[in-house]
């Protein structure tokens, strides 16, 4: 009889749960795509709920219940915190130490009577994990390799901000870390809140703004505000920092340092945020090559595996593949919390089951698609219920269809198979387009994502192509790495400049043969495709690659800024009739905007969705 | 409950926040972002 575990991480940042059997991750998901609210934090229900209907189980037959973090200990960290604020701690203490006192030290008794009220039967009581150990869990298990060093880099999680494991078949083993408040996570989100983002999900803003700026601040990051060991260990100096006392992440210290107040969110973006932009990613990036460099001379491994908040940072994932340190790189989708849920079941499981992938080659992670999926028929009693006008092809005619379409100039929303588990579409929901079209990254930004015309695209392009196009040292299956577009496709402009053009002027230039996705420092995100981990998407990249020569497309999530990613069908046509998209795919059935009945939606669904 | 709270805050953790300040014996002070190695264990190479 098989063996269920089940990972929950909830009440923090970006809740999910996973379902494991016999050591074989079967089903996970985001509570946010459930909710349809960003980040949610809240119990998920709904993500267990599906679990358990994907595997075909109540809660009586799992065999554990994991939490992906240890309360106790994180309370012994938020007193420590308290005890070091100060004074100015007193307002956050009195806000945040009644929760804790009422449930959160008690987070497990809490887990429990919320899986009991799903009415899906009695769940074994949950137990706790511990949040990095969560992590690397989630970076080393289902890796493809059988023995790797583990690095796991965030904010935060009880103490540990950053930990080395070694990884040895079904053994995971501490090695060294470093506690609170020293933080790659916590550096990185200070300045993306000085720079006027969101902290915890505008860090993809940050990076994103640092190729436009010169890192001019980064000699004064390393004098002042952190301080590197040739050990790989660093320290921030509190000095400046406020985020332990509860209430700002920078202090005035800070702000002086900078010469300016923190930017307020509504006002212009200024070159100088660009710099500080450049200047904090080029300390990331230095203080992760130096933690990959200790863990690999801790471990004895030549193989490294990551997870955490910061192992999404995608610029510096790639400088570390190419920086000769370690061999091979393999980085957890879900690197941020959601994946704790993920890895906490993991390593319940393997202790007993193994590590089953290993035998077939690859990775443990279906290609992170693990969420719910949607027949062609359930498809079509949703589309027949609304009266939608579709097209439904076989499999050999639908690949051309679209590829056509694409071809054309068309952006296509493409919904196949289940859902992606972690924050990137990987072409099970996602938005496509033609990557040497001009227009595409303004048009797809401006009438579809509703967001700044900055923000690059990421090219999702097929394996057996990739050396071509990028400066790839392996596989990216998971769009985690950035590269540098091959010599071969820069255009002239480019290749003379002999570097990359820079300055927020530069947005609208076409860099390289594929304009949509090449960003102002000739890099792109780059996701490599194959039959394995995406079979639907891949074949759709092989029509499209016969049709036009080119093997790569543009691949960006499948929602408008400020919205979780789409679930259902549902989601899907919702999205498509608010914004600029022309064709939607929805399994086998094809949908032409024109050819739809009109769409009346009470109100104004920008009102209804919040600026991220 | 805030009341509770701000009251063990005052008592309790302003002293402990001050002692810890005026000896730098905190991971938040200067003493420690000086130290040699930020790592929890003695970073030890070599086989273990
Ligand atoms: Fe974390």
């Not at chain 1, 690095?151 to 060294?176: A, F, K």
Request: hydrophobic share 40%; net charge negative; with cysteine.
């Amino acid at each position: 009889m098989s063996v269920y575990t089940l990972g929950v991480s909830a009440y923090y940042h970006d809740s999910a749960a996973a379902l494991v059997r016999d050591g074989v991750v079967v089903a996970a998901a985001q509570q946010e795509r459930f909710s349809r609210i960003r980040h949610d934090h809240g119990f998920p229900g709904d993500a267990i709920a599906y679990c358990l209907d994907h595997a075909g189980i109540s809660l009586d037959e799992l065999n554990a219940v994991v939490y992906y973090e240890d309360p106790e200990l994180k309370y012994d960290r938020v007193l420590s915190s308290f005890a070091g604020a100060g004074p100015r701690g007193l307002r956050p203490f009195a806000s945040v130490l009644p929760e804790w006192w009422a449930w959160k030290r008690d987070v497990l008794a809490r887990v429990d009577a919320e899986l009991l009220a799903l009415g899906r039967g009695t769940a074994p009581r949950a137990t706790a994990s511990q949040h990095h150990r969560s992590h690397a869990a989630s970076a080393f298990f289902p890796s493809p390799y059988e023995n790797a060093a583990v690095l796991t880099v965030d904010g935060v999680g009880e103490w540990q901000t950053t930990t080395i494991w070694h990884g040895r078949g079904t053994s995971l083993e501490l090695v060294n870390s470093l506690s609170y408040p020293h933080s790659v996570g916590m550096l990185y989100s200070a300045f993306t809140y000085y720079c006027g983002f969101k902290v915890d999900s505008g860090e993809y803003k940050l990076m994103g703004l640092a190729p436009y700026g010169e890192p001019k601040y980064a000699d004064l990051i390393r004098r002042e505000l952190v301080h590197l060991r040739p050990d790989g260990s660093f320290t921030l100096n509190m000095r400046y920092f406020a985020f332990h006392q509860g209430s700002r992440m920078v202090g005035r210290a800070f702000e002086k340092l900078f010469g300016a107040p923190v930017r307020d969110p509504e006002s212009e973006l200024e070159q100088r945020h660009c710099d500080l932009a450049a200047s904090v990613q080029a300390v990331t990036e230095e203080i992760v090559l130096g933690l990959a460099r200790a863990a690999v001379e801790l471990t004895g491994e030549r193989r490294l595996v990551m997870a955490g908040g910061v192992a999404l940072n995608c610029v510096a994932n790639g400088v570390l593949t190419r920086s000769g340190i370690v061999d091979e790189v393999w980085i957890q989708p879900a690197a941020g919390d959601a994946g704790c849920a993920l890895g906490a079941a993991l390593d319940h499981s393997v202790a007993v089951h193994g590590r089953p992938h290993l035998a077939a080659g690859g990775d443990g992670m279906s290609g992170a698609l693990l969420g719910p999926g949607f027949s062609d028929e359930e498809v079509e009693r949703f589309l027949t219920a609304g009266g939608y006008v579709f097209h439904t092809y076989t499999e050999d005619k639908l690949y051309d269809e679209v590829a056509s379409h694409l071809a054309d100039g068309a952006v296509v929303g493409w919904f196949q198979g289940r859902m992606e588990f972690g924050p990137r579409a990987l072409g099970a929901r996602s938005i496509i387009g033609d990557p040497r079209d001009r227009d595409m990254q303004k048009r797809m930004n401006l009438k579809i994502k509703f967001r700044e015309s900055f923000r690059p695209f990421a090219p999702a392009v097929l394996a057996e192509d990739a050396q071509d196009y990028f400066g790839l040292t392996g596989d990216s299956p998971y769009m985690l790495v950035v590269a540098e577009v091959a010599d071969r496709i820069k255009s002239e402009a480019a290749l003379r400049a002999g570097g990359p053009g820079r300055g927020l002027g530069s947005i609208n230039e076409a860099r390289s043969e594929l304009p949509a996705i090449t960003h102002v420092d000739l890099s792109a995100r780059v996701q490599t495709l194959t039959e394995r981990d995406n079979a639907p998407f891949t074949r759709l990249l092989r029509a499209f690659k016969a049709a036009t020569g080119c093997p790569v497309l543009v691949n960006t999530s499948f929602n408008v800024r400020g919205e979780p990613i789409v679930r259902t069908p549902e989601d899907a046509y919702r999205c498509f009739m608010r914004t600029g998209m022309d064709v939607l795919v929805l399994g086998s059935h094809v949908l032409h905007k024109d050819d739809q009945p009109p769409f009346a939606e009470a109100g104004d669904w920008r009102d209804e969705i919040p600026l991220d | 409950m805030r009341f509770v709270a701000s009251t063990v805050f005052l008592t309790r953790f302003v002293p402990v926040s001050l002692y810890r300040r005026l000896r730098d014996t905190s991971r938040f002070g200067a003493r420690f972002h000086r130290s040699p190695s930020a790592w929890d264990k003695p970073y030890a190479v070599g086989p273990r």
